[in-house]
């Protein structure tokens, strides 16, 4: 829409109003201010380049683990000594011999652990005090879900089978073997008298 031009009456009454008007007061200095600059940080300034760029490269660094749950080795480790001091510390060297072994290998969880229950009752009942349990370290499978997977049933299950009744009131200590006997794949079992 085009613009109208002003009548002459119209024109008239604009002037009157525009003598009338006082212009607004403007502090002075308001122009005369220049706009602060922006500050320079000392340091080398860096380009950013973007095959450099890394998400997360200037995040705090923080271990995080899956695995929610410790280790057999570490609960081990970390179970007080009940038994003779120099004794648990030459059975952990393996010094000491144990009296008897039994080796778990390609039995099920339920064979194993009647079989378990058999062999330390009757250790127990013939003073044997230091036996050896062989679990093996178990068959590592690629991890294809989410959700990881303990290697070894036997290995993780044989600690807890320990702590249970019947076996908890004969059972002192309970480590992990030295290399020579099996390593991680053994269990030392230091029967109560």
């Given at each position: 829409?085009?613009?109208r ?48 760029f ?93 959700i ?40 030392y ?5």
């Amino acid at each position: 829409m085009p613009r109208r031009k002003l009548k002459s009456d119209e024109v008239e009454l604009w002037e009157r109003v525009a003598k009338t008007a006082t212009p607004l007061s403007l502090p002075q200095y308001v122009n005369s201010v220049a706009k602060p600059k922006p500050k320079v940080n000392p340091k080398k300034k860096e380009k950013f380049e973007l095959n450099k760029f890394e998400i997360g490269a200037n995040a705090a660094q923080k271990s995080v683990k899956n695995d929610l749950k410790p280790s057999i080795s570490t609960v081990l480790e970390s179970a007080s000594v009940q038994m003779d001091y120099k004794a648990f510390k030459k059975m952990k060297r393996g010094k000491s011999t144990p009296e008897a072994s039994f080796d778990l290998h390609g039995m099920t969880v339920a064979q194993a652990h009647t079989a378990l229950i058999h062999f330390l009752m009757t250790s127990y009942s013939r003073n044997m005090r230091l036996v050896l349990v062989i679990t093996g370290k178990g068959k590592f499978q690629k991890d294809k879900g989410p959700i990881p997977r303990q290697v070894g049933i036997l290995r993780h299950q044989v600690p807890q089978w320990l702590r249970m009744p019947p076996l908890r009131d004969k059972v002192l200590q309970v480590s992990e073997a030295h290399g020579k006997h099996g390593g991680s794949g053994a269990y030392y079992v230091y029967l109560r008298k």
